[in-house]
């Protein structure tokens, strides 16, 4: 099988474009390519699956241990030709200072994967190919199987920086990605738009695809076999048990922010997984034990939400009944009372307002301080947390979680209860404690046998 870790020397370099330009090329060929994306995002990751074909998986060595990350890699490879997995941020960035904990360089050595370097070339010359050159250097343990540059619209330009680091590097250039409007995928505040709203997905596809066959040297990518024989995994992620409840999870445009392995989870242990759609749905699917609300930008779509009244009393009737409720950030949101002063589901007595710049950035360590849906008193989870919004005003709810933020260190009590409802901020990735989905599917199927035997 191919496979190889598309990185970059920072953020906002290229390394989506370029990920998205090999996939839709490789694609073309008629490959069967898996995607991946390096870190907690769900915005990246959602694009790589509208150009693959299959769903994005999230790799991550600070949510989830070397196993768990070995299993998600070999089960989203199991039918592929090739992987592509893009990098977070740059390269060497990860959870802190001192060490590659939660890296694209961590999970390249994990997986051991080869390493396509790309960098922002736009308004370089010389200089950058001291950048290679420290990059090459950083850690001896990565292999580099390539260099595109990304920004370069001239061949000149192109042959000017060729020249400065062919003389310093052995890493081999791929070529270039110029700068084109037809690529670039339209962002707002947390990043890019999600694929859910995309407009003009074929005719990206196809720029993409146009652009690696033009600029890149797509045979040298074909030669970037893997090898995974020498591990020892058991691929748990493979087992589906025979439903016994059925959950069902909010997604659409406003609610698009999940991990692919969350869902094979809570097949694995046991629960059948029915989509629905808060922004046009009336109606709950039939027959659900369980409710999964994730999270998304429902603020930009808080009075189509808000009008869709028979959905909201249909929500607030489930979480009435017992049944379990789970909310992640934008689901919270949609649970409370208002947002920004727009009315909501208000099974939660919480109003929430938009903030201009992000609250409680980063990966989250999440402690049970009690027992609840996902889990039992001390249970540790690990997740991430990326919001424009908090809570207006004060609360009188108990709470479930301890939450410690990684950068900033804030230890604060969340994890928002009311009877079998239980809504935060934090992306939990169930790949990190899979108990959380046994306990939800666990919850659930209570659930379903004390109404059952109350009829």
């Known amino acids: 099988m191919i496979a190889f870790l598309v990185a970059g020397t920072g953020s906002g370099v290229g390394k989506t474009t370029t990920a998205l330009a090999m996939m839709a090329a490789l694609s073309e060929r008629g490959l069967r390519v898996q995607p991946f994306k390096c870190g907690p995002d769900f915005l990246d990751a959602g694009h790589h699956s509208v150009v693959c074909g299959r769903p994005s998986r999230n790799l991550d060595t600070w949510m989830l241990d070397d196993g768990a990350n070995r299993e998600t890699f ?7 030709d090739a992987a592509v997995v ?24 994990l997986l051991n994967l080869p390493i396509v370097l790309v960098l922002d070339a736009s308004k370089s010359a010389r200089s950058l190919a001291a950048v290679v050159q420290g990059f090459a250097n950083f850690d001896m343990d ?51 738009r999600t694929a859910e709203e995309e407009t003009a997905a074929d ?43 059925r959950y069902g999870v909010a997604r659409d445009a406003a609610f698009s922010f999940y991990y692919e392995d969350n869902f094979d ?18 109606h709950l699917p039939v027959e659900l034990d369980g409710l999964y609300l994730g999270g998304g930008y429902p603020e930009l779509y808080a009075e189509r939400l808000g009008a869709n009244t028979s959905l909201l009393a249909a929500i607030r009737a489930f979480a009435d009944s017992g049944r379990p409720v789970y909310a992640e950030c934008g689901g919270m949101l949609y649970l409370g009372r208002s947002i920004g002063g727009i009315g909501m589901a208000g099974v939660l007595p919480l109003d929430f307002e938009m ?3 992000p609250v409680d950035f980063g990966y989250v360590e999440a402690t049970l301080t009690g027992d609840c849906p996902v889990g039992e008193r001390g249970t540790v989870m690990r997740g ?20 410690r933020y990684s950068l900033s260190g804030k230890v604060q009590e969340e994890g928002f209860l009311r009877g079998n409802v239980l809504a935060s901020y934090v992306h939990l990735h169930f790949g990190g404690t899979p108990s959380i989905a046994r306990n939800l599917v666990a919850r659930a199927a209570a659930a379903k046998c004390l109404a059952g035997a109350t009829l």
């Open 74 to 80: 070999l089960h989203g490879c199991r039918d592929a």
């Open 86 to 109: 893009e990098g977070m941020m740059g390269l060497f960035d990860g959870v802190g200072g001192e060490g590659e904990a939660g890296s694209s360089a961590a999970t390249a050595k």
């Open 142 to 192: 990565l292999r580099f199987a390539g260099i595109v540059l990304n920004g370069v619209n001239s061949e000149h330009h192109f042959r000017l920086l060729a020249t400065a680091i062919e003389s310093i590097s052995s890493i081999p250039l791929l070529g270039r990605i110029p700068m084109n409007e037809a690529l670039a995928i339209p962002e707002r505040h947390l990043g890019l």
């Open 203 to 245: 005719q990206r596809r196809v720029a993409l695809a146009e652009t690696a066959r033009q600029y890149l040297k797509l045979d040298a990518l074909l030669q970037l076999r893997h090898d995974s024989s020498g591990w020892s995994v058991e691929q748990n992620a493979a087992r589906v048990s025979p439903a016994v409840v």
């Open 265 to 282: 989870l809570l097949r694995r242990f046991g629960a059948e997984i029915v989509f629905f759609s808060p922004l046009s749905d009336a």
């Open 355 to 357: 903030t201009d710049l």
């Open 384 to 403: 991430h947390s990326f919001h424009y919004s908090r809570l207006a005003g004060s609360h009188t709810l108990p709470t479930a979680y301890q939450l």
